[in-house]
Structures are given as C-alpha cells and as structure tokens.
DNA sequence: CTTGACTA
DNA sequence: TAGTCAAGG
C-alpha cells in the first residue's frame, strides 16, 4: 500500500495501476473515487499566490488524530485544554502563508439528514477506539495506544471556537457553510473566490469542485508508523475538467458513479459494486435508472435526493473573503498567554513569516518601486 | 503534523 | 547537507 505515491517516476500517475493490488472494499472509508481519477503531484509553491479553500473539520480533525504524545495522548496545556489542533493550524497556516498561498477555511454547518446514519457509524467506531486504547495503555502496548488513540478524535465546539480565533488572530478568514463545507468550498472555486478546495476527502469533486488539492502540507517524507519506511506524501492536485475528460463521463454521471461506490449519504453504497464497475455500469448504462441489475437496490436509495444534494447544494450567500495582517499582540496572547504555548517558538515562528513577506514586497519593489 | 537538535 | 528522532503543550 501507498507506494503509489510520486518521487520517482513519472509525474503524472494513475492511481488505477496499483488499485488491483492495494484496494478492497471492505468498509466504508470516504467516497472512493481515488481508482478512477489522476491526481498530478505539485509543490506548495505551485499555490503561490493563490486563494485556497480549506475544509476546516478534515484539516482539523486531521491534526487531532495525527499530533499527539509518545503513547497516543493529545497535546495538552497545564490545565489540560486540548492544543493538538492549535499547533497544528498555526504551522501548517505560517507554512502557507510563507509561501504566499491564501487560506480560507470553511466550516461545516448544518449536517445533511441522511448523513446521521454514517456519523452515528463513525461515533461507534470511536468509541471502540476508546475501549481498545485504554485497554492497550493498561498492558502497556503503546505502538497500539497510539493506533487506537488516533481513531478517538473528537471535534469540539470550544475546539472551533479556538481554531476560529486563532485564523483570525493570523489575518485568515473563514466562511461558515449552510450545510456541507465541501459543498460551499466547491462553490468557492466555481465563483472564482478561490484556486482549489483542500480537502483529504474526494466529496468536494462530486460537488463541483474545479480544483481539489490533496496533502496540503509542507512536509515531504513521513515515517510509517511501527517500521523504519518512508513513503512520500506531497501535495497533490485533481483537476474536475480532467476527471471529466478522461472518464468521459458528465457531471451527473459522476456523481451516480459515485452514488453507487458508496457516499456519506449512502455509504454502504451498492453491494457488488466497486469503482471499477461503478464507472463501467453509468458508461453503459447512462444513469442509475438504466442499470437493469441494480433496479431492486436502488429502489431502497434516495438517489434523487442524494444527486441534489451534490448537485443543488446549498451555499454560502455572499462569498467576498478578505485577508488581513498577522496580528502578532493577538497570535501571543491567544496562544502562549491563554494555551500555554513556547513563546519563544511562537515569535520566531512569526518572524520566519515576517521575514519571508518583508523579502517578497522587496522584490516587487525591485520591479515596480 | 512540524520543528529543532543531533548525527553522519 | 541530509537523515533521524524526540518533543511540542
């Protein structure tokens, strides 16, 4: 698994190649349209000076699972306030801002009915986790402690509450969603308010998304957990125009294709079908009404409604966002005064940014001062 | 995840 | 300079 990923070889890859090797649809992990789509590999810098539309629940629950202690735990302040997703944006956010990308973030609003079902399989799912972690720090297994502690992640309110203050402490905006963030960021990038959505998820291209920039992070290598390998992880970029061309399927079909593979609206998706055959059955068959041998299972699917919510979905009225200056006084205050962070990390963190602006205007002043 | 100190 | 690894809070 995941030697798909670039560094050596062509740049351009196809994830179909190994997909016969390293993909089972076992359970429900995210709309898989990975086996059928090419990501192209880039650089941060390719991003320079390029609105970006941030899925602010994936990228935070992301460093919720992934910054955590020696035996699996979060980060914590003295009082025991949680700080792993604080640490996590205010790098990640000075490491794009360096590299003159524009972030905003998009918060999830109100969660679509049918997606209950599957969230309710996700919150099951952690509290497992929680059982097999603490069962595992008592045995003192810990390379266990840590697998399972990363499934127990959950988002809180104060956690958004926090993340939101520190973004805008840091001049980024943020735009909350009316429903599903991947659909408000998709529309981001369909107004043209934005480059690309960000996301790990691949919902955003169902949602019409132009761009979708996976692994955005500034980091390269990343150690596989328990053995000594590596394996790369740079950012990657699908572009919606080419998943058109190259499936040659319309938008709509897209999104029965991924209907049948399985969406968090339909997770279970359709028993039999992979996205392999997804694609083959919508490319023969024009529509979901059309695959004959799906027609009793597809009458048990809110498939008109599922493809309207990809399809029609709501947005965020007025999409203008507006960037603003590090607030240094703040960015301190919040964060080493209120969370207990390093300050000297803290303000010299801030001044590498402060450093890389200040070269960046120079060397406009060079062509237009 | 990202940094920063340390080693070869 | 690149690679490794512990620590961050």
């Given at each position: 698994m995941d030697q798909l990923t670039a560094g050596q070889g062509s740049r351009v890859k196809k994830a179909l190649n190994s997909y016969n090797f390293t993909h089972?649809?076992?359970?429900?992990?995210g709309l898989d349209l990975k086996p059928l789509i090419t990501t192209v590999p880039i650089k941060l810098a390719e991003l320079s000076g390029k609105v970006?539309?941030?899925?602010?629940?994936?990228?935070?629950?992301?460093?919720l699972s992934t910054i955590r202690g020696p035996t699996g735990e979060l980060?914590?302040?003295?009082?025991?306030?949680?700080?792993?997703?604080?640490?996590?944006?205010?790098?990640?956010?000075i490491n794009l801002l360096v590299e003159n990308i524009k972030p905003v973030y998009v918060f999830d609003g109100k969660m679509h009915a049918l997606k209950a079902q599957e969230i309710e399989?996700?919150?099951?799912?952690?509290?497992?986790?929680?059982?097999?972690?603490?069962?595992?720090?008592?045995?003192?297994?810990?390379?266990?402690?840590?697998?399972?502690?990363?499934?127990?992640?959950?988002?809180?309110?104060?956690?958004?509450?926090?993340?939101?203050?520190?973004?805008?402490?840091?001049?980024i905006p943020y735009v909350q969603a009316p429903a599903d963030g991947e659909a408000a960021a998709a529309h981001l990038t369909k107004?043209?308010?934005?480059?690309?959505?960000a996301s790990q998820d691949y919902d955003s291209i169902l949602f019409g998304a132009k761009r979708l920039v996976r692994n955005l992070a500034a980091s390269g290598r990343r150690k596989v957990p328990g053995k000594s390998t590596y394996i790369d992880v740079e950012p990657e970029m699908v572009e919606h125009d080419n998943v058109l061309k190259?499936?040659?399927?319309?938008?709509?079909?897209?999104?029965?294709?991924?209907?049948?593979?399985?969406?968090?609206?339909?997770?279970?998706?359709?028993?039999?079908?992979?996205?392999?055959?997804?694609?083959?059955?919508?490319?023969?068959?024009?529509?979901?009404?059309?695959?004959?041998?799906?027609?009793?299972?597809?009458?048990?699917?809110?498939?008109?409604e599922i493809r309207d919510i990809f399809l029609k979905p709501e947005v965020p009225k007025a999409d203008g966002v507006r960037f603003g200056e590090v607030n240094r006084e703040r960015?301190?205050?919040?964060?080493?005064?209120?969370?207990?962070?390093?300050?000297?990390?803290?303000?010299?963190?801030?001044?590498?940014?402060?450093?890389?602006?200040?070269?960046?205007?120079?060397?406009?002043?060079?062509?237009?001062g």
């Open positions: 089972k649809k076992t359970q429900y992990m970006v539309a941030i899925d602010a629940f994936n990228t935070i629950y992301q460093f980060l914590m302040n003295g009082r025991g306030e949680v700080t792993s997703h604080l640490s996590g944006l205010f790098y990640r956010n399989r996700r919150f099951k799912l952690k509290q497992e986790a929680v059982v097999q972690y603490n069962h595992a720090l008592e045995e003192g297994r810990m390379e266990d402690a840590v697998k399972y502690g990363k499934r127990t992640s959950v988002l809180t309110d104060s956690m958004v509450e926090e993340s939101k203050t520190l973004l805008t402490a840091l001049g107004t043209g308010a934005a480059y690309a959505s190259e499936t040659g399927l319309t938008h709509e079909q897209l999104v029965d294709v991924g209907i049948l593979i399985g969406t968090d609206f339909n997770p279970s998706g359709f028993s039999g079908i992979g996205p392999k055959t997804a694609i083959k059955l919508i490319k023969e068959n024009g529509r979901l009404e059309n695959v004959d041998k799906i027609k009793g299972q597809l009458a048990e699917v809110p498939y008109q960015v301190l205050d919040f964060l080493c005064v209120q969370k207990s962070f390093s300050t000297d990390r803290v303000a010299g963190t801030l001044d590498k940014l402060q450093k890389a602006q200040e070269s960046r205007s120079q060397s406009l002043e060079k062509w237009f």
